[in-house]
C-alpha cells in the first residue's frame, strides 16, 4: 500500500512566495495547493479535505486570524501554521489560543517550516491512530459523530442493519423514513445519521417532539404565522415546515401527534406548500420527513388515532431498532464506552469491570434500552468507592431468568403504563421530575397519563 501524502493548502497573498514554498513542500513529497486571496481559499476548503493550512497573517480583505477562528470552527481536524513578516508576541498569543499549532515570523528557512511540519505530521499520524481506536469502538465514523453530536456503538447484526438502512435512507433524500422502536433506542441517532449521511448535511436538521407542542400553538409552531393573526403574535414566526425547508424535519413520537393535526401535515407532505397562520400567502417548502414512534401504529390506525394515508406518507423506508434486550451482544461495548465517558465527566480513575457484571447486565430485560444502561453506569461510577465495578454496583431488579421483568415487556402499552406509574412514585408524583426520569417532556407525559387514564389525587385538606 502506497504512503498517504500530507496534503497541505498555502494561503499567501505575495504569489511568488507560495509558488515557491510549494515547490520546495512538492519534493518532499506533499501535495501540496496554493490560494492568494481568503476567498480562494475557502473555496479550496470546500472542493477537498486537507490536512494542514499554511496561512498568512497579512491577507487583502480579512485577517489571517479570522480566517483561523473561521476554519478550526468549519474544519477543526485540520491543523494550521501561521506564518507573518509583521507579528509580535501578541499577535502569536493569540494565534495560538485560536487553535494555531505553530508561528513562524517572515523570512524563515526552508528547513524551518519542513521541521514544523514533520512535527505536525507526527501530531497528525498520532491524532489519526486515536481516531481509529475510537471508530473501532463505533459503527460511525468520528467525523459523523461529530457532526451528529451522538456515538452509536454496537457489534451486533440487528444493530449493523439498522445502520445499513440508514446509510441507504441517506442515498435517498427524498425518501420519508419511518422509525421504530422502543423508547430508549436511539431512534433519533439513527436520523441524525441519515441527514448527515446524505448530500443534505449542511441543510437544517428541525427535531420535533409532536407530543410535546400544546394544542392551542400546534398550527403556530408547524405553520408558523403573521404578526397580529392572534394575541401575542407581535411578529412573523417560521414554523417548523419552513425552518426545515431544503433539510429534514425530523417528527418524534409521530403517533401522538393530535389528529387534526395530521391532516394538515398530510396535505403540507403531498403540495410542499403551507400558509402561515393568519396569512393568504402560499410559500414553497421542500423537505424529508423522518418520523419515530415506539407505538404499534397499524394498531392506532385501527383504533382510527391515525391516519391510514399519513402512515403510508411516512413508511416509505421503515426502519426497526430492536431493544437492547434483543441484542445483548452490545451491552459490553456500551458498557465500556460510557465507563469510559462517565470517568473523564466526573473525573474519576477508570475502574476495572468485573466479568460477573458483563453476565448480570446481559441478563437483564433493559425495560429503557440503551438510555437506562446508561444512566446506570452514570450513577454507579458516581457512587463507586473501589477500582472495580460489580453487580452490587447496579440496581438490576429483573433479569431474564426471573419472573418479574420478562412479563412486564411482553405487552408496551402495559410495560409503559407501568414505567409511568414507577417514575411518579419514585418521584413523589412530581411531573417534572418524572418526565425528567423517562426522557419526555412533561406535555408528553401529560397526555399519556390521559391515555392511561392515570390520575394524581390532591390531598385532602
Not at 441543510?203 to 407542542?213: G, T
Amino acid at each position: 500500500m502506497s504512503k498517504m501524502k500530507l496534503r497541505v493548502l498555502i494561503l499567501d497573498d505575495e504569489t511568488d512566495f507560495a509558488e515557491e514554498l510549494k515547490e520546495f513542500l512538492q519534493l518532499r513529497d506533499f501535495e501540496v495547493y496554493t490560494a492568494n486571496t481568503p476567498g480562494e481559499g475557502f473555496e479550496s476548503l470546500r472542493r477537498r479535505p486537507y490536512d494542514l493550512m499554511i496561512l498568512d497573517i497579512k491577507l487583502p480583505g480579512m485577517s489571517g486570524l479570522d480566517i483561523l477562528q473561521q476554519v478550526k470552527k468549519l474544519y477543526p481536524s485540520m491543523e494550521v501554521i501561521m506564518i507573518s513578516g509583521h507579528g509580535d508576541m501578541d499577535t502569536v498569543i493569540q494565534a495560538m489560543r485560536d487553535g494555531a499549532i505553530d508561528y513562524l515570523r517572515k523570512p524563515f528557512r526552508h528547513i524551518d517550516i519542513q521541521l514544523s511540519i514533520e512535527r505536525t505530521e507526527k501530531y497528525l499520524k498520532l491524532y489519526r491512530r486515536y481516531l481509529e481506536m475510537q471508530d473501532q469502538h463505533s459503527l460511525i465514523s468520528s467525523e459523523l459523530e461529530r457532526m451528529i453530536d451522538r456515538t452509536f456503538i454496537g457489534e451486533s447484526r440487528p444493530i449493523r442493519q439498522v445502520l445499513e438502512l440508514a446509510s441507504t435512507a441517506a442515498k435517498y433524500p427524498n425518501t420519508n423514513v419511518l422509525i421504530t422502536g422502543e423508547s430508549g433506542t436511539g431512534k433519533e441517532i439513527v436520523a441524525r445519521i441519515i441527514h448527515y449521511a446524505s448530500e443534505q448535511r449542511n441543510q437544517p436538521f428541525c427535531a420535533v417532539n409532536s407530543s410535546a407542542v400544546t394544542d392551542s400553538l400546534l398550527e403556530s409552531e408547524f405553520f408558523g404565522h403573521v404578526k397580529g393573526s392572534f394575541t401575542g403574535a407581535i411578529n412573523d414566526k417560521k414554523g417548523y415546515f419552513e425552518v426545515a425547508n431544503g433539510g429534514t424535519l425530523f417528527l418524534d413520537e409521530i403517533a401522538d401527534m393530535p389528529f387534526a393535526l395530521q391532516a394538515k401535515l398530510l396535505r403540507a407532505i403531498e403540495e410542499k406548500k403551507i400558509k402561515r397562520v393568519g396569512g393568504n400567502e402560499e410559500i414553497q417548502v421542500d423537505f424529508r420527513i423522518i418520523a419515530a414512534t415506539n407505538h404499534n401504529v397499524e394498531n392506532l390506525i385501527e383504533s382510527r388515532q391515525f391516519r391510514l394515508d399519513l402512515f403510508h406518507r411516512l413508511n416509505t423506508l421503515t426502519i426497526n431498532i430492536p431493544p437492547l434486550r434483543e441484542r445483548p451482544e452490545d451491552i459490553e461495548p456500551l458498557l465500556r464506552y460510557f465507563v469510559n465517558y462517565f470517568s473523564a465527566k466526573l473525573n474519576k480513575p477508570l475502574p476495572k469491570i468485573n466479568a460477573q457484571l458483563i453476565e448480570s447486565l446481559k441478563e437483564y430485560d433493559f425495560p429503557g434500552n440503551v438510555r437506562e444502561l446508561r444512566n446506570m453506569i452514570e450513577r454507579a461510577m458516581i457512587f463507586c468507592n473501589t477500582q472495580t465495578l460489580s453487580p452490587v454496583d447496579f440496581q438490576l431488579s429483573g433479569s431474564k431468568n426471573g419472573k418479574s421483568a420478562r412479563s412486564v415487556v411482553l405487552n408496551l402499552d402495559e410495560q409503559e403504563q407501568n414505567l409511568i406509574l414507577q417514575a411518579l412514585n419514585e418521584c413523589g408524583y412530581n411531573q417534572v421530575l418524572a418526565a425528567k426520569m423517562l426522557g419526555i417532556s412533561r406535555d408528553s407525559l401529560i397526555r399519556r397519563m390521559k391515555k392511561f387514564n392515570i390520575r394524581i389525587m390532591k390531598e385532602q385538606d
